[in-house]
């Protein structure tokens, strides 16, 4: 079985923080991720459908409306001859975190169910007729010494008003990646994973594809302009030196290895990092 747990946090620090423990600590949630929530009208009472208040009455009064408030979700996995050893474990890691109280809601779930839990939302969307619609993602790399910088512009400002679909911030440890793989991550211990995963089912206004990737555009183009030191996920370069300043310091790493097992350039040509020819060696 899996306890599923939900709270929110109006506090930007604190949310960050919280989130660097866990992920840091030897024992703790088996599963954790962050969440960013716009002007969310009656977020508590969405997730009555399917979790429980652990204080209804303080929940009932909670108004989401107009924030920016940040959710933190996280599971414990358990058998259930072993419940009450669960409830302990997670009844000591919540304590250490500063959420905001009347906002902690939890389930139980089978672990099947909780691994199959976006395809109940896809089925959800499904019936509405919004899951065969454009989805302008935009996935980047903070690092943690610039989120904060980077949440105030784009949670404040740029995305202050609208934004289509979901928003996760979560940290993760450098030292969990293996450095043998050609990824680009940033160079702290813990960055950021920000995902906005927004979708465009209108063909005009704030729920269009244009909108969605003029937003993207903005937070980018902050980024660059501010130093933040973002690395994009799957990066729209078109140019060789804009995936040389993307690899920075490992391009001549990534660009030894691709002469040694694909010299004539065969392999994603889509990407425009090689032209299909052989490639010399950067001097």
Known sequence: M???IRVLYSDFASFTEDQEA???AERTFDYIEGFVIINRTGILNNWRTSFKPQDPVQASHFQSDGKVLYCLEMTKNFDPDEADIMEQE????LSRLRYIQSTLFHTDVTY???LDRVHSSELKLRAQGLWEVPHPWLNLLIPRSTIHRFATEVFGNILKDSNNGPILLYPVNRSKWDNRTSVVIPEEEIFYLVGFLSSAPSASGHGSVEHAVSLNDKIVDFCDKAGVGMKQYLAPYTTQQQWKAHFGARWETFE???????????????????PKASLPMSS
């Open 112 to 114: 099947l169910e909780f």
């Open 90 to 93: 997670v009844g000591v890691l």
């Open 256 to 274: 030894r290895r691709k002469h040694m097992y694909d010299p004539l350039a065969i392999l994603a040509p889509g990407q425009r990092i090689f």
């Open 2 to 4: 899996v306890r599923w």
């Open 22 to 24: 866990l992920i840091s």
